[in-house]
């Protein structure tokens, strides 16, 4: 049977679990008198802090109960738990000034769920002699309790293990991987199921290298079905990703001293990309490949294809590398020598 309360006043109490080592507050109500001394109820799993400040009624089926002694008792259970801290430090819990301290110990942060501490109190119907708490982990926690509290602690250490975000980490790039090789394979099916062959090759035999010779790509996207199969042909080279899949297009449809003119809305004193015929079909290439995607996404993977164009090979502020740039010397040197 359960302790008889004594004192309504009284609703919380500082025990030690004698097995586990460990100092918790627990409402009254939880602990009962047996034959071989105090015990008190405990919850198997997780939010016991909870259950303590409802004082909720402890369910005798499922609860494990656990031999105890008693520090000391509080009305509320901030004032409780200011006890309780001061059990970790000391065994000592009463206020008497003088006499000697046991060793400070101290409670790992993960079993610490108090709130903040009130007054202090205490109360003479549960005076104990004074001894060490050592507070290794809480009783719900200890592995070698029951085959409940195992199976509950192996199941928390696999929990664990799936939601750490090295895992998650892992389950993402292997489906990023996934979902790349879906679209390689989804590009592969619609190149060979397009029609595509010698025909279309010969509509767009070379990337454009001038205004002029894009002014005219432009006019001849009036013809639809030269436009038809220019969008087919560019939705063929797929890509491992939507950027990589613009940056593919802008290569064979155009040189980045063509493009170094161009930015997606004319900023800057650049011409409006937005504006042009090939800028319509390089979206719908994109988004036959890639179904999923938004204009708004094609759009900015163009933004900053065209932003990076003039740092390219080709473009306006292209500098070659330092070793080939020697590479040249010496070549030019070697050669005037002849």
């Not at 509320?76 to 000697?100: C, D, F, H, I, M």
């Not at 490949?289 to 740092?311: D, F, G, M, N």
Request: proline share 6%; hydrophobic share 30%.
């Amino acid at each position: 049977m359960c302790l008889p309360a004594t004192d309504n006043v009284m609703s919380f109490v500082v025990v030690e679990f004698l097995d586990e080592k460990a100092v918790e507050v627990v409402p009254k109500s939880w602990i009962m008198h047996k034959e071989k001394g105090l015990f008190c109820y405990w919850p198997p799993r997780a939010g016991a802090a909870a259950k303590v400040k409802k004082e909720e009624i402890p369910d005798k089926e499922k609860w494990n109960s656990y031999e105890i002694r008693i520090f000391s008792s509080a009305e509320t259970y901030s004032k409780a738990q200011e006890l309780s801290r001061r059990a970790e430090v000391t065994s000592n819990v009463e206020t008497e000034p003088e006499g000697p301290k046991s060793r400070v110990t101290k409670k790992p942060a993960r079993y610490d769920f108090s709130d903040e501490a009130d007054d202090e109190g205490d109360n003479p119907e549960f005076s104990h002699t004074p001894s060490v708490a050592v507070l290794p982990q809480s009783p719900h926690l200890n592995v070698g309790l029951s085959k409940t509290s195992s199976h509950h602690t192996k199941n928390s250490v696999v929990h664990e293990r799936f939601s750490s975000p090295e895992f998650k980490s892992a389950v993402m790039a292997n489906f990023k991987t996934i979902q790349e090789n879906q679209r390689l394979m989804l590009s592969c099916l619609q190149s060979s199921s397009s029609g595509l062959g010698d025909d279309v090759e010969d509509v767009l035999p070379a990337p454009v290298s001038s205004l002029e010779e894009l002014d005219d790509l432009n006019s001849k996207l009036a013809d639809q079905s030269f436009k038809r199969n220019l969008t087919l042909y560019l939705s063929s080279f797929g890509g491992h990703s939507l950027g990589d899949a613009v940056r593919r297009i802008f290569k064979k449809l155009g040189t980045n001293s063509v493009w170094s003119f161009y930015s997606l809305k004319g900023k800057k004193g650049k011409l409006p990309f937005s504006d042009l015929p090939i800028c319509k079909v390089i979206i719908r290439a994109c988004m036959r490949t890639y179904k999923e995607a938004k204009t708004s996404a094609v759009e900015h993977q163009i933004s900053e294809a065209l932003k990076h164009a003039p740092k390219r090979k080709g473009g306006q502020k292209y500098k070659e590398p330092e070793q080939k740039r020697r590479e040249h010397f010496v070549e030019e040197s070697s050669n005037s020598s002849d």
